[in-house]
């Protein structure tokens, strides 16, 4: 096996503070449309090719419910009441709410872009630990970085244009993506990236450096009370 050393090679790696956040996420929306537009709805996945991956995301959010549990027990009091919202529903709910995650049409998704998984070559984004590469809704891989990675204000700031460019660049390449399914599976997804920084800040040191999580934590928390995620979650549960 060969890896390139990135840091050799010139590359950097973004963070929630840089200056130039704005532009690499946008250049960053363009990157995932060009993945999910290349495998979008494609036959390569019919045979189940990325079924061995099944065990680890039934364990990463189908089993959730304990993590989100223990943030809660330690966060709940420092977080507006959303955080206690969501997550009392998402650990009483955990089976059912990983199951509306099942939606179409899907594609080859990353699984993991916040931008600790990213670095910039150039001014080009790029992705490493496919860890979590799955068959799912594009709309997962750009929820997850938007609302986990991005600093709240500039999220409400450019949410919708970079929505837009998503979808724009997907229609460049011959796939119609329309408004209302992208904005639903947007706010859909918004849950995991939600449960997956609560988790992650739950379990303290054990992924993340504690203020990396909590820090993931409080801007998806921002993500799911701006974006109503509680209501949808309970028009959709049955």
Known sequence: MVLEDLVASGARFPTPRDPDLVDYVTRLVDELAALHAGFWSSPEFDGGSLGFIGEGLRLAYGGGGPFIAKALGQFADQLPPAFRAVGDLYVARTPEIAALFDVEPRTLAHGDPHLGNL?????????????????????????????????????????????????????????????????????????????????????????????????????????VEDLDVVAFLRAHLT
């Open 119 to 223: 670095f910039a070559d150039g001014d080009r984004p790029g992705f490493f630990d496919w860890g979590m590469v799955q068959h799912r809704s594009g709309m997962w891989d750009l929820a997850y970085v938007l609302c986990q990675s991005v600093p709240t204000e500039t999220r409400r700031a450019h949410e919708r244009a970079w929505l837009e460019r998503y979808r724009a660049q997907l229609a460049a390449r011959g796939v119609t993506l329309d408004a209302a399914t992208q904005w639903d599976q947007y706010r859909l997804f918004a849950t995991y990236a939600w449960a997956s920084a609560t988790s992650t800040a739950g379990v303290g040191e054990r992924w993340q450096r504690a203020e990396v999580g909590q820090g993931g934590m409080a801007r998806a928390t921002a993500a």
